[in-house]
């Protein structure tokens, strides 16, 4: 079973809390299923690991109460956490390290962000890399 650390699901509670409201919490708990709801309403702890499976519900609930279902807004999300992760430490590497070496890092931080997934990069030349997740299963269109 592929698991995410609590780091990512946290934040991403506390990022609807923040930005959309108590309300559209709710409404997004309301939506859930009942273990889902339990484990979101609980305290969210960023050492441990939680089911992707969860983290997937809570992210297309989310998606059909904040945007319509509109899944742009999903990768807009992740854009915004990537560039969050290339803050604080990171930025030096991002500053004196090449693209490909930046690369080779955010793949790195985002191992430890999964458990049950493989991170591979290959760089392709000049401004190009292909990263592959392997080890998800195709359980949503989130996933493709």
Same mark, same amino acid.
């Given at each position: ?9 946290? &934040? ?10 108590? #309300?559209? !919490?709710?409404?997004? %708990? $309301? ?9 979101? &309403? ?10 992707? #499976?969860? !983290?997937?519900?809570? %992210? $297309?609930v989310q998606n059909r109460v904040l945007a319509g279902g509109n899944e742009e807004m999903i990768i807009r999300g992740a854009e915004a956490a990537n560039e969050r992760q290339l803050r604080g430490v990171y ?54």
């Open positions: 079973m592929v698991q995410i650390k609590g780091t990512a699901l946290k &934040e991403a509670v506390e990022q609807v809390k923040a930005h959309a409201g108590p #309300d559209a !919490f709710e409404k997004i %708990l $309301e939506l859930l299923d009942a273990e889902s709801r339990k484990i979101i &309403e609980s305290d969210l702890f960023s050492s441990n690991w939680y089911s992707l #499976d969860l !983290f997937a519900r809570f %992210l $297309e930025k030096a590497f991002v500053k004196v390290g090449s693209p490909e070496f930046v690369i080779e890092r955010l793949a790195a931080v985002h191992a430890t962000y999964f458990q049950g997934v493989t991170i591979e990069v290959q760089l392709q030349g000049k401004g190009k890399a292909l990263i592959k997740y392997v080890g998800f299963q195709k359980q949503t269109a989130l996933w493709d």
